[in-house]
């Protein structure tokens, strides 16, 4: 067809103009502009020819590349590009988002230059110039890249013997040299492949043509991991949710701290949440809901809060460069609310898929602390002195409800009793305005993250990081607890 002499005219021209860099096409289109006017066998074959073995590795390394993707998107990830492949030695061949979260998570085709090292990353072996054929890299500084290499080669899971130590391979697909090779990219590339307590991690991805295998996985002593897994391109499963692709990238990227919630040791974090979820109450009304509030902060205080080091550099952290004087105005167990809150969030931050509800009810319990301190106890002080009531008014919702009940109060209202009180004492300390015009209306924003936050995987890395920004100032938003602690 026109189509085909034209595809192949610019394949042959990108050749000669060394454009290509990879022979294997220039030897296709070759075979393909010689032989395609040869008379064909009735099956349609054409008898006695074939293009080299190289082409046949390019093809399983771009479908390893549309394994990544597909794996990718079913674990809810969605390609925002794709490149052609000639155009990703300058960009990346994919670039990917999720809906929990915001940052993108880029996809490299044969390129490491300026993703396995860079300026300020260097390799230690630059002399050794091998690389993976594929890494996933997230625009986030607090995760380290993914390498993952195809082999387009069989591996089966029955045991066989590797060299001469006799060393027995069962399902893991890759001999001891293929898995040194992946060793080794993650010594060279060492400044990129682990970030903090995580990595390094990568995957090998093998051929097969008798059914996709299942996944082998090795850990190392300092919670790195390598997985290895045969695929079969004729898989009737290939593309199904809970297909090889999927199993093959899941593990990668939960180690990575890219999806679902482990801990960079490894701990699971996520699904340790969940299984104490299901121990609470599943109650709605306001009783059971602080109960559960309670009850995830005891959880997250256990498993984030009782490193005193790291909670007491995380307090530096937030003195210094988030609240600066406003600090200085929170008491011992506000502040600790907060470091809880950023230590799960430094941990969990680069990663999708998980539930980020610890931070927001940390968060939530400082505000409900320094409310209490600065306008409920001076209220109960007031009442108790002049014989008023004043009632439940211990959570954020509790008290968010009372100041938008005396918001409501016009001049001359008979004043509902709850608010009698509450109105009362702000107009007798000259309080109203800062409780009505400041408080409330932080409140009113907080109140309904922190009810989802109390249940399960309501609260996504987004809208985690988008309350963290509000009511610290993080970013453009003015800082609410600043705001709120120096007005009360």
């Not at 390893?64 to 990830?77: A, D, M, N, P, Q």
């Not at 996809?107 to 890494?135: C, E, K, M, N, S």
């Not at 470091?339 to 931050?349: G, L, P, R, V």
């Not at 509902?416 to 107009?427: E, H, M, N, T």
Request: proline share 5%; charged share 25%.
């Amino acid at each position: 067809s026109e189509a085909m002499t034209q595809l192949l005219a610019t394949v042959d021209e990108r050749w000669r103009g060394r454009r290509i860099s990879n022979r294997a096409y220039a030897e296709v289109a070759k075979w393909a502009t010689t032989y395609r006017r040869r008379r064909l066998k009735p099956e349609g074959l054409l008898s006695g020819i074939a293009y080299g073995e190289d082409f046949d590795n390019r093809l399983f390394e771009i479908f390893s590349l549309f394994c990544v993707r597909t794996g990718l998107e079913h674990l809810g990830f969605t390609c925002t590009e794709a490149r052609p492949i000639h155009l990703s030695k300058q960009q990346p061949a994919m670039e990917f988002t999720h809906p929990d979260g915001s940052a993108t998570l880029d996809v490299y085709f044969q390129r490491a230059q300026g993703v396995a090292w860079t300026p300020t990353a260097h390799r230690q072996w630059p002399a050794i110039l091998g690389i993976p054929d594929i890494i996933l890299s997230a625009r986030s500084p607090v995760t380290p890249i993914v390498l993952i290499d195809a082999k387009n080669r069989e591996r089966g899971d029955e045991a066989s013997t590797d060299g001469t130590e006799g060393e027995q391979r069962v399902g893991r697909h890759a001999t001891s040299e293929e898995l040194h090779k992946m060793l080794g990219y993650f010594t060279n590339f060492g400044r990129r492949t682990r970030v903090g307590n995580r990595g390094p991690t990568g995957g090998l991805l093998f051929g097969s043509r008798s059914g996709s295998t299942d996944v082998w996985l090795a850990k190392s002593d300092h919670d790195g991991l390598v997985g290895t897994i045969a695929i079969d391109p004729l898989d009737e499963h290939l593309i199904e949710p809970a297909g090889p692709t999927r199993r093959f990238i899941e593990p990668l990227l939960r180690a990575a701290g890219l999806f679902g919630g482990h801990r960079p040791d490894g701990w699971p974090a996520d699904a340790e949440l969940q299984a104490f979820h299901a121990t609470l109450p599943d109650e709605q009304s306001d009783a059971a809901e602080a109960e559960r509030d309670a009850a995830i902060h005891a959880w997250t205080l256990e498993h984030y809060g009782s490193d005193p080091t790291r909670v007491a550099m995380t307090e530096g952290v937030l003195e210094t460069h988030v609240l600066g004087e406003s600090w200085h105005q929170l008491n011992e167990e506000e502040r600790q609310f907060l470091a809880t809150a950023e230590i799960f969030w430094e941990d969990h931050s680069g990663s999708v898929g998980m539930d980020f509800g610890p931070v927001v009810i940390e968060i939530a319990k400082a505000f409900e602390s320094v409310a209490g301190r600065r306008l409920i106890e001076p209220f109960r002080a007031w009442a108790d002195v002049n014989g008023r009531e004043v009632g439940q008014v211990a959570t954020i919702g509790d008290i968010r409800a009372e100041l938008q009940r005396v918001s409501e109060l016009q001049p001359g209202m008979t004043k509902p009793r709850g608010a009698r009180s509450l109105s009362d004492y702000l107009d007798a300390s000259g309080r109203r305005a800062v409780a009505v015009d400041v408080l409330l209306p932080v409140l009113t924003r907080l109140n309904p993250v922190r009810k989802d936050a109390a249940h399960p995987h309501r609260v996504t890395n987004k809208v985690a990081a988008a309350c963290r920004a509000w009511t610290l100032g993080i970013g453009a938003e003015p800082c609410a607890l600043s705001q709120l602690a120096g007005a009360l």
